[in-house]
């Protein structure tokens, strides 16, 4: 079984410049979240989809990110205009999903985000 | 979600078990335990869950006390590519979908560097 891809998985950007990820879950995963995890702390949940729907953005600074899953299935987080505070891994993961079952969650490997 | 609290770090022999530990006393009823890890440079892990009875799995086994304040993960055998940061989370599973409900992203806290030495 594929694992969730993400790409790229290092960027190096200036500040006010913007970027994004992209984000392929687990095949049949309805449930997507994207993570930001700076260095030195665990990871923070930014936004979460069940399948084209956003569930929880409560996270998300939505002055500067946005994020779509138009067809249910990939996945595309954006920064724009890119902060010195956004240095981090923005981490992709992907569950079944579904109502009263805590179905554990699979992480893709990352992409690691240097702004100067 | 309830708070977790853990120690930083943690170091064990290679070969012997590795007791990792973790405090939950404000966890709800309807809260489970989770643990997952994060071996350099990728991304986080699925350990193992419970609500209140203990389990094991091929990887790890999970006590929690009678009261359920506080957990303990155990790698019964653990090896150098055991070294990664543990994480203790406690999450209520989601009951319905809207007006917030099926929101179950995880709540990270530092979690325990455990240094597995050879």
């Known amino acids: 079984e594929a694992g969730v891809a993400q790409s790229p998985r290092y960027k190096i950007i200036e500040k006010r410049q913007s970027v994004a990820f992209w984000c392929n879950p687990i095949?049949?995963?309805?449930?997507l979240y994207w993570y930001q995890q700076i260095l030195g702390q665990g990871p923070k949940l930014l936004i979460q989809?069940?399948?084209?729907?956003?569930?929880?953005d409560s996270q998300l600074p939505k002055d500067r990110f946005s994020a779509e899953r138009l067809k249910g299935v990939d996945s595309t987080l954006k920064i724009q205009p890119a902060k010195l505070e956004d240095s981090a891994v923005y981490l992709c993961?992907?569950?079944?999903?579904?109502?009263?079952?805590?179905?554990?969650?699979?992480f893709g490997p990352g992409t690691r985000l240097t702004v100067t | 979600d309830a708070k977790t609290t853990q120690p930083p770090s943690m170091d064990c022999a290679e070969g012997r078990a590795a007791n990792l530990p973790c405090n939950h006393s404000?966890?709800?009823?309807?809260?489970?335990v989770y643990w997952y890890r994060q071996i350099h440079s990728q991304g986080p892990q699925y350990i193992i869950h419970?609500?209140?009875?203990?389990e094991t799995n091929e990887m790890a086994s999970l006590i929690i006390t009678e009261d359920r304040k506080s957990s303990t993960l155990i790698l019964p055998h653990a090896t150098l590519r055991d070294t990664a940061v543990y994480y203790c989370?406690?999450?209520?599973?989601?009951?319905?979908w809207g007006s917030g409900g099926g929101a179950d992203g995880l709540t990270f806290g530092k979690g325990t560097h455990l240094i597995i030495q050879p």
């Open positions: 993961a992907s569950s079944l999903g579904g109502v009263g079952v805590g179905y554990e969650q699979y």
């Open positions: 095949s049949g995963h309805a449930t």
């Open positions: 989809f069940q399948n084209n729907g956003v569930v929880d």
């Open positions: 404000t966890i709800s009823g309807n809260e489970y």
């Open positions: 419970g609500l209140k009875n203990n």
């Open positions: 989370i406690v999450r209520v599973i989601s009951t319905g």
